[in-house]
């Protein structure tokens, strides 16, 4: 039995998301662990993440933070053979990184409005 179009759908979209993912993390990694950041190590690290992101069929992404997400990657490439300085380039991608991880978070962890309301009646 053959799986139908849309589950073949599914799974590539799934793969590239998992891709994106993987790239974002292994180049903020690097940013954040390497001591002696320079231009040719940034750009290897780019060259070597994005053999397996080109090897993923690109696709539409809805969800804001995937979206972000792709962005952010796309922001990343845009930076391999920039000009700017690379401590420059370190702080704004991890800026940015930074708040793409506070937006995911808001979504999944929601505070009591009235926390201390419930002892009210306590008192």
Do not use: C, P
């Amino acid at each position: 039995m053959a799986a139908s179009q849309k589950t073949i759908d599914n799974a590539n979209r799934l793969r590239y998301i998992r891709a994106l993912e993987r790239f974002h993390k292994g180049i903020i990694s690097y940013l954040m662990n390497t001591e002696e950041l320079t231009h040719k190590g940034f750009n290897k690290k780019i060259d070597n993440s994005l053999k397996l992101l080109k090897r993923i069929e690109e696709i539409d992404l809805y969800k804001g933070e995937l979206k972000d997400l792709q962005t952010l990657v796309k922001k990343m490439i845009s930076y391999k053979e920039s000009k700017e300085d690379i401590d420059n380039i370190k702080e704004e991608l991890l800026y940015d990184s930074n708040q793409l991880e506070k937006s995911k978070n808001a979504k999944r962890y929601k505070k009591d409005k009235h926390a201390n309301a419930k002892y009210d009646e306590w008192v």
